[in-house]
């Protein structure tokens, strides 16, 4: 039996240039034009997530209750004008950054940016509403807990960083109690400021658009850069959080490694896509396929500002975790000690390309990567360099890096569930 060839990897996927300006605030605005759609988005990013709050909550609070009312402008006025206009409006959180997303028409660029001013620049966090949301994010962060899923995922983040370092630290649910209107009102002031921001827009951007988005931009107020204050790591390699009358265990397992700057992220991305990046991946076809452990197991890197790390994730019934676990430390074990096959190493790198290739079709997912691309500090030509890396992967490099980065010794293993593996 023949098989047909895999397709060819491109030589480069052509991110467009960014085109920069320094508005005399001080916040950069990066523009990429694509006139071929009749659409806009604005994307503020500010540095102002979890690691650099002085309260529990205070910065996915405050994110999320932007658009909670303006002064004259209650919240479903705001929420009224977007969906008159077609517009939406998106707001995304993680330990280092706030993400804040306007969409729109091109044709009601306008008056999408005037509800982004009053969400920018204006907003109340009224006490009403304030103590409402709270109340409602204690109660989900609360049923959250019950699942297996979540008390592994924050166990792995403490015993990967320790239990106070920001990368690490779960807050009690009860802490929503605690914080105050005026702290999130500080914190607001504090980080949603000129210093602390910077600006991609995307789409059909004429002279117009980019002069009202800067313009935009140009209001924020000047502020002090943010800097948070990270401990030591401290890292503990196996932990057991107990579930009684769980049917199923949840089991990630990883280490801490370096960020996207480093030399070796990329391959590194190689080894997590060939354990658990894909449907076929090897993981995938051992504990789903072969052995009927799982619905789905995942592998990747993860980035943070500062960090960053290798980890994997599943659920499996409570019967064979000890199994599971066995089954995942071979699947690394062999990629540490046996060169990958060349079809198998081919077949991931396309995989990736072609994943680079979906993410990047259409202006929108063109400003994500680069947003990625700014806050590690290089430019969209980082995309090709990355391709390249990708292609110039082999198998023994694939190998010597899997006995590099994962040796067992190294491996932090936690496991939620009814009983312990160990």
Partial sequence: MTRPPLPALPDALGMPPVRSLRLPNGVSLHLLP?????????TFVFRAGSVHQHRPFAASVTANMLAEGSPGIPARRIAERLDYYGSYYEVSIDRDFVYLSFCTLSKFFRETLDVAADILLRPLFPEEEFRTYCARRRQELTIERTKVETRARERFAACMFGEQHPYGISSPAGEYDRLA?????AHYARLYTADNCFVVCSGRIGDA??????????????????????PPVRTEHRAFVPHPGAV?????????????THPDFTGMQVVATALGGYFGSRLMRTLREERGYTYGVAAAMVNFEREG??????????AVTRDALAAIDEQ???LACEPMPEEELALVKNIMAGEMMRILDGPFGIADVTIENLLCGTGNEAVDENLRRIRAVTPDEVRRLAARYLGRGELV?????????W
């Avoid at 694509?34 to 604005?42: C, P």
């Avoid at 293993?413 to 593996?421: C, D, I, K, N």
């Fill in 34 to 42: 694509a006139d071929q759609f009749e659409v806009l988005r604005v």
């Fill in 181 to 185: 209107r005026t702290d999130v009102e």
């Fill in 209 to 230: 658009e980019r002069d009202a988005v800067a313009d935009l931009a140009a209001r924020l107020p000047r502020g002090t850069r943010a800097d948070a204050d990270f």
């Fill in 248 to 260: 199923q265990s949840s089991i990630r397992i990883g280490r801490l490694l370096f960020p996207r």
């Fill in 309 to 318: 790390y290798f980890a994997v994730a599943t659920q499996v019934g409570s």
């Fill in 332 to 334: 690394i074990a062999r």
């Fill in 413 to 421: 293993t936690v496991v939620a569930g009814a009983e312990s593996p």
